[in-house]
């Protein structure tokens, strides 16, 4: 499976962008998704997560409350939308699938199955 993010560009603060994760060779019906940030001279770290089910979501603190992950699997994306984005949100975000068992309520992993290239969000004072 491919997984591709798009979305991102360049905002000022108090701007709103919202990020897609598109799956090709595969459904995200059997998938549990997370995005990820990763920016410049700092570690990954995970945004939120979105359950098979769709009905269960693990936001980071920092994000929390201006960051939604919906999941339509019937367009095979996943989505992130991001509201009143601050300077600090500046970095490339990327998505990523762990195949789990069908009903799986689970959210978040420590390990994902397939990665895919990022998109640059970038936010301006």
């Known amino acids: 499976v491919q997984l591709q993010a798009s979305g991102g560009g360049s905002v000022q603060a108090g701007g709103s962008l919202r990020l897609s994760c598109a799956a090709s060779?595969?459904?995200?019906?059997?998938?549990?998704v997370g995005w990820f940030r990763q920016a410049p001279g700092k570690e990954r770290e995970v945004v939120g997560a979105?359950?098979?089910?769709?009905?269960?979501?693990y936001y980071a603190d920092s994000i929390k409350g201006r960051f939604t992950i919906s999941k339509d699997s019937a367009n095979n994306t996943v989505s992130l939308q991001m509201n009143s984005l601050k300077p600090e949100d500046t970095a490339v975000y990327s998505c990523?699938?762990?195949?789990?068992?069908?009903?799986?309520?689970?959210?978040?992993?420590?390990?994902?199955?397939?990665w895919g290239q990022g998109t640059q969000v970038t936010v301006s004072s």
């Open positions: 060779g595969r459904t995200f019906s059997r998938n549990a």
């Open positions: 990523a699938a762990k195949s789990v068992p069908p009903y799986s309520n689970t959210a978040l992993f420590n390990e994902y199955d397939y």
């Open positions: 979105i359950s098979w089910t769709g009905y269960y979501t």
